[in-house]
C-alpha cells in the first residue's frame, strides 16, 4: 500500500488521509485519494470514522494540502492500533 499523508485540524476532531492512487491510468494520469475523517472519542485510541473519500489529481491534492497547512491544519501520523485480522 502506499505510503499515506496525515493532517489534522486545530480543534483536534478532523484528519485527512493523502495516499496515492496505485490505480492510475498506466501512470499517464496521477490521482491522490484524500479521506476525511471525524476524530471519535481519544485520539489515538480509536482510529477516526471516515466520512468521505475523494480522487483528485496530485497537483490539486498539493494545493488542498498546502491550504490546510496555511490554516493552521498540522502534519500527524497514524497514531490509532491496528485491527488485528
Do not use: C
Not at 485527512?16 to 491510468?25: E, L, M, T, V, Y
Not at 485519494?33 to 471519535?40: P, Q, Y
Not at 475523494?54 to 491496528?82: C, F, H, M, N
Amino acid at each position: 500500500m502506499a505510503k499515506s499523508h496525515w493532517l489534522i485540524n486545530p480543534k483536534r476532531t478532523e484528519v485527512k488521509r493523502f495516499i496515492k492512487n496505485d490505480k492510475s491510468i498506466d501512470g499517464v494520469f496521477e490521482y491522490m485519494f484524500v479521506d476525511t475523517g471525524k476524530i471519535v472519542g481519544v485520539l489515538g485510541k480509536e482510529p477516526p470514522v471516515m466520512t468521505t473519500t475523494v480522487s483528485v489529481d496530485i497537483d490539486l491534492a498539493r494545493e488542498i494540502y498546502g491550504r490546510l497547512i496555511s490554516q493552521g491544519w498540522r502534519k500527524t501520523e497514524e497514531v490509532w492500533p491496528k485491527k488485528e485480522s
